[in-house]
């Protein structure tokens, strides 16, 4: 058996009205990918917090390398060998991959000196990256590299991945496992926190799983199958997805010749977008990161105002209407950002109801804000999408990621649209959760409105979707009936290989 790097003894973590973590006890040993699993507000991200000196424990006590280890701060964590890559990352465009790096180390060496450092350290462990690059011009998969480097640079002894593959393409992803496992092989431990389950099976060596903030299994995740692992994080079995009972009616939304300019200065400009929605329909649409999704989103909500183009909704002109006036002709959107742009962190979860919520459920009638109806409406939210917080007043921002995913979700779906656009509906939630996220997309569907989910989620597109299109470079492909898509059909597509044979559905 390995040695033990890091040990937990009974960590314990409080909140009001929250139990985040209980007794919780586990090791990572040298050597190995050690998966840490749980539905979202299991825990997860106190525990890791805590690891790396975020969060204080209540009781409980953490061993690292044979000796008593309780860091004040992220500092005190890097110090003593332990470095962490946060699911969100946290670099500045405007500054090159080396000098990023340097703002993260405590005593940066000479700029020309780190360069070499960088570039020796990327060759050897696979994660090809220039120095001189600008963090604004890579691509996710290539920020990722950056925050991994920056860790490495510091020769840590154990390394904590939150969700690392939740923004990479299949072959980024495989990219990182070769290096997780060469890092493995000299001995580092990784402690690796993911919702693919398929992933954690083929990837790591063994898995602990909370639920409720207690451990409640500790295994080896290629012994078990991804039904096993879900059921243990829930508690039960998983809901299985029913796809029944949908049959697509008259066009609802028609979108022509759609150009938009970029969300931010790094986006991408859309092009000629161009489908029809039909009622019941699911259209999925797939792409890699960065090629026009937010672009899509903010032109279909009316966030971005397009000056090119046309957006018809049950035969209205909708081309030149504002995200209000969309809302209460029944089109309503989610974006990808929950926190900040979906939700405002500071705000309870029964004021954020009024950022979307009130026109369609009259919550601040002549002007006024109804309270007590913006409260129901969040209460009937946390009850329909069973989002786990200590009630309505909660802020926003206190939220887990994948609570916070399901209210906003559930806001949009009870505000019973015509046609709902969401992007990337099940960021960062766990199994249980984005099974019923989905469902509850497919319900809406069966109940005569159109759907258009934007996702890098393949998988999920596949599951949900009745018809299937690529976005590259901005433009989108023609949609294709899902069934009978192949893999290697969807990679053209999402290559940009435009013009495909199918017409427009009319």
């Known amino acids: 058996m390995a040695d033990s790097v890091f040990r937990a003894e009974g960590l314990g973590k409080s909140y009001p009205g929250v139990r985040a973590n209980d007794d919780v006890s586990f090791e990572v040993r040298a050597g190995e990918i050690h998966a840490l ?12 917090k805590t690891f790396y000196g975020l969060v204080r424990p209540d009781e409980g006590r953490m061993v690292f390398e044979g000796q008593p280890y309780a860091p004040h701060d992220p500092r005190a964590a890097r110090a003593a060998g332990v470095a962490m890559v946060f699911q969100h990352f946290s670099l500045f465009d405007a500054l090159t991959v080396a000098e990023n790096i340097a703002l993260g180390m405590e005593d940066p060496p ?21 120095p001189a690059r600008r963090v604004a011009n890579l691509s996710a998969g290539e ?68 639920r409720h903030g207690r451990v409640v299994a500790s295994l080896d995740p290629r012994e078990a199958t991804a039904g096993e692992l879900a059921s243990l994080m829930v508690g039960g079995t998983l809901r299985v997805v029913d796809r029944s009972g949908r049959a697509p009616g008259a066009v609802v939304l028609e979108v022509r010749g759609l150009a938009a300019r970029p969300v931010t200065r790094e ?12 009622a019941g329909e699911v259209l999925g649409i797939g792409g890699v990161a960065g090629n026009g999704q937010e672009e899509l989103l903010a032109a279909l909500s009316g966030e971005t105002l397009t000056p090119v183009g046309t957006v018809l909704m049950e035969g209205a002109d909708l081309s030149r209407a504002s995200p209000e006036a969309r809302r209460a002709a029944g089109l309503l959107a989610a974006p990808e950002d929950r926190l900040g742009h979906a939700a405002v962190p500071e705000m309870s979860l029964a004021e954020n109801t009024l950022l979307t919520g009130a026109t369609r459920h009259s919550l601040s009638p002549r002007g006024m804000v109804d309270r007590a109806a913006a409260t129901g409406f969040a209460e009937r939210i946390i009850e329909a999408f069973d989002v786990r917080t200590p009630g309505p007043q909660a802020a926003a921002g ?22 709902l656009v969401v992007n990337q509906p099940t ?62 059909r969807i990679g053209l597509m999402l290559g940009g290989a435009h013009g495909m044979e199918a017409a427009h559905v009319a």
């Open 427 to 488: 960021w960062g939630v766990d199994a249980g959760a984005a099974a019923a996220i989905r469902q509850a997309l497919l319900d809406l569907a069966r109940g005569g409105a159109g759907v258009v989910v934007i996702s890098q989620d393949l998988d999920e597109l596949l599951e949900l979707s009745d018809r299937f299109a690529a976005l590259n470079e901005g433009r989108l492909s023609d949609p294709l009936p899902t069934e009978g898509l192949t893999l290697e």
């Open 143 to 210: 920020r990722q590299r950056v925050e991994i480097l920056r860790c490495l640079l510091q020769n840590p002894r154990l390394l904590i991945m939150d969700e690392p593959t939740s923004v990479l393409t299949p072959q980024e992803a495989e990219l990182l496992f070769a290096t997780l496992r060469q890092l493995a092989d000299h001995g580092t431990a990784i402690l690796y926190i993911s919702h693919k389950l398929q992933e954690i099976r083929a990837h790591c060596d063994r898995a602990t799983i909370l």
């Open 267 to 278: 986006g991408t400009t859309l092009s000629d977008v161009g489908f029809a929605l039909r």
């Open 110 to 130: 000479p700029r020309r000196d780190l360069s070499r450092r960088i570039a020796q350290v990327s060759r050897d462990y696979g994660l090809p990256l220039d």
């Open 37 to 48: 699993l749980g539905e979202n507000g299991a825990g997860k991200s106190t525990l890791v």
């Open 398 to 419: 206190a939220l887990s990621g994948g609570n916070l995913q399901k209210f906003v979700i559930g806001r949009e779906v009870l505000g019973s649209p015509r046609v």
